[in-house]
């Protein structure tokens, strides 16, 4: 529920709660709130409610209940999934335009000596198969991310999938800006570990869980008590466990008609940018509904974010700077952007709340501004 007067349309960033899993929460954290780990009558209604949450996640995603391990979002899944390749000795392969939790994580891994690959990409943000085969090694790791959070590209993991198996390599998808946006099978998608965020599909933030295919090997990331398997310690947060269960099962269930409202948004957005004569160039291919990354040459991306800052529109800089310098960012580097288009770039990312009126309302501002 929003409930200021804002355009906000950075949703890739993070995603207004859902009411339903607002009111689950609260529910968890006020009245049912006792620790899952506690034997008594108090305990089983949180307990419960924690295990059907494990199981409305691991359906949503074709998964098995056990394979999934709650942690506290996105970038611990990743840093996690990549730690624990490293302490296997597995050889790690990934590419040139994955977040900075997967990014970071392997300059720490080869801060300790560990070698890491990172595979180049068109100007789409794909991959060429032929480079993953080749730098792939057996017994392996590779990490591709399904949908690229700059340029909403979506990897084409099934195919990436069969390059690990025939080298018994394991496969991991950071899949944060995918899940409960774009139906997601992890049999289908042949992939052994999979990342995931609450906060990006209308959960709470500092939840998120990682999938582990049964017979993987891992190691625990966080020492201490015997919750999740044993595998990740820590008291449960159970409340944002079963909110972000809610959130993500509204959302798979919804999956077709929210990504059909995003597409309208985005067609709506361009159509009315072309209409009041602003020329632009759209970045990247094979879309995540909602998702555009859009180029003003010889603009100043970073001045046309504060100026619709300032008109109560929230999109982000993100795609073409770094948060705290003014670098071309990674991913439109890596997609070889002309330094004239990159540098005036900017991300909007719709989400379900967003409305045709929102879509207009972006253009005409980012016209006023331009033009
Ligand atoms: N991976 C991708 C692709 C993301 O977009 C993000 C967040 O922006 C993360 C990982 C980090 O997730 P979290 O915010 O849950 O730590």
Redesign the pocket.
Known sequence: MMTRNLIYADN???TPMSDAAIKAMMQYLADDFGNVSQPYTFSRKPKKALTEAREIIAACIGAKPAEIIFT???????NWSLINAWRHGRKIVTSAI?????LNSCHFIENQGGKIDYLPVDGNGFINTQLIKNALEPQGFLSI?M???EIGTIEPLSQYSLLAKEQEAIFHT????AVGHIPINVNELGVDML?A????FNGP??I?FLYVREGTSIKPFINGGSQEFGLRAGTENVAAIIAMAIALRENVDNIESNANLLYELESSLLENLKFHGVKFTRNGNNQLPGSLSLSFEDKDGEALLHRLDLMGIAVSSGSACDSKNTNISHVLQAIALPESLARGTIRITFGKQNTKEDAKAIASAIAKIIL
Do not use: F, L, P
Not at 174 to 177: I, S, T, Y
Not at 197 to 200: I, V
């Open positions: 890739a960033a993070t506290s979002g996105g970038t611990e899944s990743d994955e977040h900075h939790a997967i991310m949908a690229n959070n950071d899949a944060v800006q990342s965020s609450a906060h990006k933030k500092g998120g």
